[in-house]
Each structure stands twice: as C-alpha cells, then as structure tokens.
C-alpha cells in the first residue's frame, strides 16, 4: 500500500494524494482567538487576512480539488463579535472560489452554520471517512468520539491537541516549535466503548460483542495535525506526564511508545521518551 499523506514542508498543512483527487488539509484556524489575547492585555491585530492569505498561498501552491479544515474555524464558542463573523465568512468565501471546501466540526464550531457560505459540504464532529482503492483515510477534530467505520481506516487525521514541542536555549530562553505527533492504539484495549454499538443501545458489553468489535475495529496510523494558527498554545510532548485531549489519543488506547515526532521542516524527533530528553525539565 502506497502512502498517500504527506505534510507539506515547514507548514501545518499535509497532502493526501488519491486516484482521482488532490485534498490539503488543516485544523485549528481559532480565528478570533486575538480578542482573547486582548482580553488578558496582548493586543494584537486581527489575524483573518493573514490568515486567508497564507491559506491561498498553500492553495495555489498544491493546486488541490478540495481543502479540508478539521474543525476549530473560530475560538469563541458562542459569543462571537461582528467582526469575527464577517472574518469567517470572508475567508470561507474567498478560498471557496478557488477550491472545494468542507469542515469536519470542532468543538469551538458551535453555530457556525450561521457563518458559512451555501456551497461548503460540512461533516459533523463524528468525521467521516474517505476510501480509495485499498486505501482508508479518516477525518475528524479529535474531541468526540468518530463514527465506527473511522476506526477501520489505515490512518486517522485529526487536530484539537495542537501538539508543541518545548525548547529552550543556554540563557534559559523558552519557547515552542509546532510539531507532527503520529501514534498507534492498543486495538485490544480501545474495543470496549464501541462493542455495545454493534448491537442494542444500552445493552452491557458481552464477549462477543467485544470479539466482533475487534473484527471491525483496525489498527490505524494516527497522524494528529499541528494548529494552523500560530498563535496558539498546545499538548508540549516533552513535558512529563503528557495527557492527550480527546477520546482516541486517551493514554488507556494510545500506545505511547509507537509515537513518531517531526518538526515543520521534516526532522524526526523520534519517540516521546527522546522528546523528553531535548530540553532540561523544571524541578
């Protein structure tokens, strides 16, 4: 099987080459996260038109017949200022006209329907999963539990944790590099919150009902996608202690010692436990 996925170098942004279609995918725009800055005394401008701007960018560069954002489009949940409505909107209108769009919903997404433009396809927060030859793609934010057909797929993408690494320098400097987090689960371990969705709502998990989840359920490469928006803070994998957001990377699933670090520009960090050694940790 030919590896369709390939992030883009130093950008949060990756490809996913199928037969008959191109797709770049993001997550995590937060647009409006500023007022929140400004809230605690950081003023800075508004970020849309960078936004927008970097997005058409990586469009016209890739040249894709969709983009797909997994979720987060906005910050503020559900107070959202005039100006960050008509930003989403416009930016969404804008890069409609020159690719397909579609949004897997995040958990910051809540009303967003009122802020999109007619011609952008929307999935619910659950994903939804793209098949291609022998190849099984899903796609989903990462702060629900994804539809049970995701869990057959050879990779999973996802956002929400917007995973970071912590470094720091001689003179005690500090901050943080975006990175890519890619992970495996325990497939024996994860059965047991989807065995009762193959029979009855309600009914108590029964041995066969776990022994025909495992039939269903496989073992796909997670690949948890850096925010796009660089403003954000996010999951540092070299701090101690590392608690994942989110249902499918929760540590009784995640097979810690599978993951795989890489920054933006393409260095592999190795696994977690090398991540941890990269800067000295607070006592």
């Known amino acids: 099987m030919v590896k369709p996925i390939f ?34 005394g950081v003023v800075i401008p508004f970020q849309v038109e960078e936004m927008k701007a970097k997005i058409l960018d990586l469009v016209e560069l890739t040249n894709p017949d969709d983009l797909i954002i997994l979720g987060d489009i906005k910050h503020n949940i559900f107070n959202v200022l005039s100006s960050e409505w008509r930003g989403v909107t416009k930016l969404l209108e804008e890069i409609s006209r020159k690719t397909r769009v579609q949004i897997v919903l ?24 793209i098949v291609d ?17 995701l869990l057959q797929a050879d990779y999973i993408i996802t956002g929400h944790n917007h995973p970071v690494i912590e470094m720091r320098d001689e003179l005690g400097g500090k901050w943080f590099e975006p990175v890519w987090l890619e992970v495996q689960w325990s497939k024996e371990k994860i059965v047991a919150p989807f065995a009762g969705n193959l029979g009855s709502r309600g009914a108590s998990f029964s041995s066969e009902d776990s022994k025909n989840a495992l039939v269903q359920i ?36 995640v097979e810690k010692g599978t993951a795989k670090v890489k920054l933006l520009d393409g260095t592999f960090l190795g696994s977690l436990e090398n991540c941890s050694r990269l800067v000295k940790q607070d006592k």
Do not use: T
């Open 7 to 40: 992030p883009i170098i130093d950008e949060p942004a990756l490809l996913m080459n199928f037969s008959n279609r191109k797709i770049m995918c993001i997550a995590d725009l937060h647009l409006g996260y500023e007022f929140l800055l400004a809230q605690k």
């Open 133 to 149: 030859d022998d190849v099984k793609v899903g796609l989903v934010h990462g702060h629900a539990w994804p539809k049970l057909d």
């Open 218 to 253: 496989g073992n796909p490469k997670i690949i948890v996608m850096p925010a796009f928006n660089p403003l954000l803070g996010g999951v540092a994998l070299n701090r101690p202690e590392i608690n994942f957001l989110g249902p499918i990377l929760s540590p009784n699933f």
């Open 106 to 129: 995040g958990n910051h997404d809540a009303n967003l329907n009122l802020l999109l433009p007619k011609n952008i396809l929307v999935h619910s927060s659950k994903g939804f999963l």
